[in-house]
């Protein structure tokens, strides 16, 4: 909720300095603008910060009821918002309001969806380590990132002490023919 305010405080404010400065008159523009700011700029946020708030709400109790998460949830979830949020003007303005905002759900899923299919997602790929410990066998490891204390694992192993890479979850995720 904290966010959605911030992004409909900060995009209020743009909109309505910019409305301030159109229709404030001569050599009072500036100080009409920040007027406009200050009077409408937090009731933006704070309609922003209700509507995500009603958002979740309704979207964590659908994940709950239906025991899955999937794009149902988000659409159902936006359309009780919209009529909740309606209800006050009557049911043809609240059912009128939770159609659009079903609509308009389902097209940001649907656009989710369509670019993920699209753009493929990049992983990072691992560095590839080989361990120069004469003791062990010549054993690759991997890690995300390379070491940056190097003198201090030739002092380490110099006392006795040995440094072990173990798996860790950085570690890439395998993909889901192997689990088949």
């Known amino acids: 909720m904290g966010s959605a ?15 301030g400065l159109c229709n404030s008159p001569g ?7 920040c007027r406009a700011v200050r009077s409408n700029a937090p009731r933006i946020g704070g309609i922003f910060a209700v509507w995500s708030g009603l958002f979740s709400a309704f979207d964590c109790t659908l994940v709950y009821a239906r025991q899955k998460e999937d794009l149902w949830n988000s659409i159902a979830a936006g359309a009780a ?20 905002c079903g609509f308009f759900l389902a097209l ?11 753009v493929p997602a990049q992983q990072d790929m ?20 390379s070491s940056f204390g190097g003198e201090e694992e030739e002092e380490e192993e110099a006392k006795g002490f040995t440094t072990e890479v173990l798996e860790s979850f950085d570690s890439p ?5 192997e689990f088949k």
């Open 27 to 33: 050599g009072h523009r500036l100080a009409g603008a």
């Open 108 to 118: 940001i899923e649907g656009n989710r969806i369509w670019l993920n299919k699209i």
């Open 81 to 100: 918002t919209g009529g909740l949020l309606q209800m006050r003007q009557g049911l043809r303005a609240a059912s009128r309001s939770a159609l659009s």
């Open 126 to 145: 691992p560095v590839v380590i080989e361990d120069k410990n004469p003791n062990k066998s010549s054993e690759t490891t991997t890690s995300s990132s």
């Open 5 to 19: 305010f911030g992004f409909g405080a900060v995009g209020g404010s743009a909109f309505h300095f910019i409305k």
């Open 173 to 177: 995720v395998p993909s889901t023919s």
